[in-house]
């Protein structure tokens, strides 16, 4: 079986970049079948019942548009602590009451904006079974680390956890604990999340590779290659103009808006009373 881990936050309360995500994932085909999708919303703000409608929405657009291709089975709203690795972990908890061994899971956070080509999860899955034991497959792979975290972790190589593919049994091993759930400073979220991630993997003696340099893979002995950048490739275009997630960037948007289904007329009411209350905040800070 093949799901999605989605994490986003209320932040955006017309859940803007989700839609397009959502949209674009129902309109080209992902190379699998019946991919089921879980949606974690970390609270940023309190939550309102236009956000509720408009989630509700979502779902109902999804799942319409998709065909049976894709399915959104679960969302929920929950605490922002531990950010996108709470999402997860919310996530994770109950695609495992489900899943089994040879199941694969596609995380992605706002920050992922694609699809953008089409087997876009079939291509997160073939370059895993490239290499033998790989546990974790990512758009793109960091060997450098984060320059704001102590350097005293010598290894500090990790896939970035925008995009990435992973799969039980492995995933069984962070069902009851995801890296970093309950951090709240985001470099404790990129030290005990990101980068832990990928240190858990190779310290079970699993590999980690990407789509971005899919000729690579890395383990625990081998977690540097000399002829590859050590500098953060995400926004890069030497590297990443052909995946099917990339790394937030400008443009990405345009030519969508135009094809994405026309929000409901309560939804507008709900859009309208945020730009009212938007104004009224204005006035009263004048």
């Known amino acids: 079986m093949y799901y999605i881990s989605y994490a986003t936050a ?8 989700d839609r397009i995500h959502l ?6 085909d992902s190379g699998t079948n019946n991919v089921k999708i879980f949606i974690s919303i970390s609270k940023v703000t309190d ?5 509720e409608e408009i989630i509700n929405e979502i779902i ?3 799942n319409k548009m998709s065909q049976g291709r894709l399915r959104i089975y679960d969302v929920e709203f929950k605490s922002n602590i531990g950010r996108d690795f709470s999402s997860h972990s919310c996530n994770l908890k109950k ?12 995380f992605l956070n706002r920050s992922a904006y694609g699809p953008l080509t089409k087997n876009w999860y079939l291509a997160y899955l073939n370059q895993a079974a490239k290499y033998n034991n790989v546990a974790i497959c990512g758009s793109t792979i960091n060997l450098s680390g984060h320059p704001d975290i102590f350097q005293a972790l010598q290894n500090q190589t990790h896939v970035q956890t925008y995009a990435f593919l992973s799969n039980f049994p492995f995933l069984f091993k962070f069902v009851e604990c995801f890296p970093a759930e309950k951090c709240i400073e985001r470099l404790d979220v990129i030290k005990n999340g990101e980068i832990a991630l990928s240190q858990e993997a190779f310290l079970f003696g699993y590999q980690i590779t990407s789509l971005a340099w899919p000729d690579m893979s890395l383990t625990r002995e081998n977690f540097k290659a000399s002829n590859y950048p050590t500098y953060d490739i995400k926004s890069d275009l030497l590297w990443v103009s052909n995946l099917p997630f990339r790394y937030k960037y400008d443009g990405y948007d345009r030519k969508v808006l135009s094809k994405i289904p026309v929000i409901k007329s309560n939804i507008l009411k709900c859009r309208i009373s945020l730009l ?5 905040l204005n006035m009263c800070k004048q």
């Open 95 to 106: 695609i495992a009451k489900i899943a089994n061994d040879g199941d694969s899971v596609l």
């Open 276 to 280: 009212k209350l938007a104004r009224q």
């Open 10 to 17: 209320n932040d955006d309360p017309l859940f803007y970049y």
């Open 60 to 62: 109902a657009e999804t």
């Open 23 to 28: 949209f674009r994932m129902t309109r080209l």
């Open 47 to 51: 939550v309102t019942v236009c956000q």
